[in-house]
């Protein structure tokens, strides 16, 4: 997404700000917000006042543009979750539930692509994500240092 914008910004103002650390956070930072909403909703924009030498920056995304734009991504994370299922020797239909932990499962597009892999199997969405991971860690944590369960 943040690439997207460097090149609209280019293309449209023939200037570059890659070099530019300010510019680049401050995009990043909308690029994630913008990425957030549109795990709900189907467009969204993107504002920057004063983005490089006084020139506001401003853009519309929709959720099938992000997608177009992070596909290789989505596709590596599921080629990451077959290798772990092949490398732990588990079947697909072995899977009894698949719970959803991490800001990107939150993703539409990630979660289409997790029940597709699942064999059409309902995704567990009513965990926070947030607090499963805190879970998990606590229990590995217990379970590295000897305490019982």
Do not use: W
């Amino acid at each position: 997404m943040v690439d997207f914008c460097i090149e609209k910004f280019k293309s449209k103002h023939d200037l570059d700000v890659s070099g530019n650390s300010k510019a680049l956070r401050r995009l990043r930072n909308e690029c994630e917000k913008a990425k957030r909403r549109l795990s709900f909703a189907f467009t969204t924009g993107i504002e920057i006042d004063s983005l490089e030498q006084g020139i506001d920056f401003y853009t519309t995304f929709t959720r099938a543009k992000f997608e177009q734009l992070n596909m290789d991504y989505f596709n590596k994370c599921m080629e990451l979750v077959e290798t772990c299922l092949r490398d732990a020797y588990i079947d697909v239909s072995s899977v009894h539930d698949v719970v959803l932990s991490g800001g990107s499962s939150r993703i539409p597009k990630v979660q289409e692509l997790l029940q597709k892999l699942f064999k059409g199997k309902e995704l567990c969405k009513g965990i926070n994500p947030d607090e499963a991971v805190a879970y998990g860690a606590a229990v590995q944590a217990a379970v590295l240092s000897g305490n019982a369960l």
